[in-house]
C-alpha cells in the first residue's frame, strides 16, 4: 500500500491499495507534491506453495504462489487490508513515518 499525508500534519489523504507495486503505480501521486508525502509499506513473501497448495522451498522450481505479510506494522496493515477504509483511523507519525491512531 502506498500511503499519501499532509506533510504538515500527517493526516492521510489517500492510498493506492496493493503488495506489489509497479512501475507506474510507483509513480503516482495523490495531491499537490509541494504539501504532500507518501509512505510505501512493503510486502514480502513468507511462505511459498506449489500448484497443488503444498508448502514448498522459496528457491523452488514448483513455486506457484505465496503468502505475504508487511515488512512493518504488521497488526494494523492486515486489518487495513481486509477492511481498507480504516486507514483513515490513523496518521502519520511525522518523525517515525509510522502508522499511529489519531
Known sequence: MIIFYK?????????????????????MWIGDKNTTDRVIIQWKPVKF??????????????VFTADYEPE?????MM??????????????????KLLEKK
Open 49 to 62: 506453495y506449489n500448484s497443488k497448495g503444498e508448502e514448498v522451498s522459496k528457491d523452488s522450481p514448483e
Open 79 to 96: 486489518e487495513v487490508e481486509k477492511n481498507p477504509i480504516l486507514i483513515y483511523n490513523y496518521k502519520i507519525n511525522l518523525k517515525t
Open 72 to 76: 512493518s506494522q504488521k497488526e494494523i
Open 7 to 27: 506533510k504538515q500534519t500527517g493526516e492521510i489523504i489517500g492510498t493506492i491499495e496493493g503488495r506489489i507495486h509497479n512501475k507506474e503505480s510507483l509513480n
